[in-house]
């Protein structure tokens, strides 16, 4: 005897956002032209302590930001890779709000009009990493033109 059980949309065992996850690792990947030459680059932070994010169950969101290096490699066609490493100073929203809707993740700084949104990735009891775009988060100092993809995993 087979039988199948309906679908069900609700997933009881779903995990929760809410609380404190520790920065982990920021990943840039992306390009730009400039004089017109591409140049593509790769950004790594694995070393972000100090910085977290706190979600709230009345939808506010907290963080600290601390300093913290990237390793980045700029390719020009025809070209050596240049690596060089950078001081960065914001990693996360430090207050506002948030708000999910399915896999995305929306966070709007206090203060700013924009809502950053993220994909998620992954989230599971330890791990949140969710992904975002130059359509979908502010570029902040970027140059006008610049597509990347930001990948941030957090932990608990």
Known sequence: LVSCSSDDDSNPHEVSLLGE?????????????????????DGLASNCVGNDITFNADQSVTGHNAPFSMTSTVEVPGMPPITSTMQMSSFTSTSGEWSREGNTLYLQEEGSSHKDAFTILLLNATTLKIMGDQNSIDPGDLDSGTEFTATLTYMR
């Open 21 to 41: 996850w520790y920065a982990d690792e920021f990943r840039m990947v992306g390009s730009y032209t400039e004089e017109g030459q591409t140049y593509s680059f």
